[in-house]
């Protein structure tokens, strides 16, 4: 379930963006797409640690979740270089 809310937030970040490619420093969008960027790192940092714990079922929860958020919402989202 973490793993899919963490591609849910790239999606949303990835639309905010293109919603509004250009902000001036003080606008809201800009607060938002700042703090969905910041929970989609701290929650990929928390998967990471779910993942290192060598526990063969968090593993394997990490990795579903992970696969199928990015089948529900990025499938269609380009491929490119960049990890966010």
Known sequence: VV???SELLGYE???LKARFPKLPLDT???LL????????VVIGYLLML??????LEFLIAVVLGLGLGHFVFNADAP?????D
């Open 50 to 55: 779910c993942a290192m714990t060598y526990q």
């Open 3 to 5: 793993g899919a809310f």
């Open 33 to 40: 797409i700042s703090l969905s960027f910041t929970l989609h």
């Open 13 to 15: 970040r990835r639309a």
């Open 28 to 30: 809201r969008p800009r």
């Open 79 to 83: 491929i490119s270089e960049r990890a």
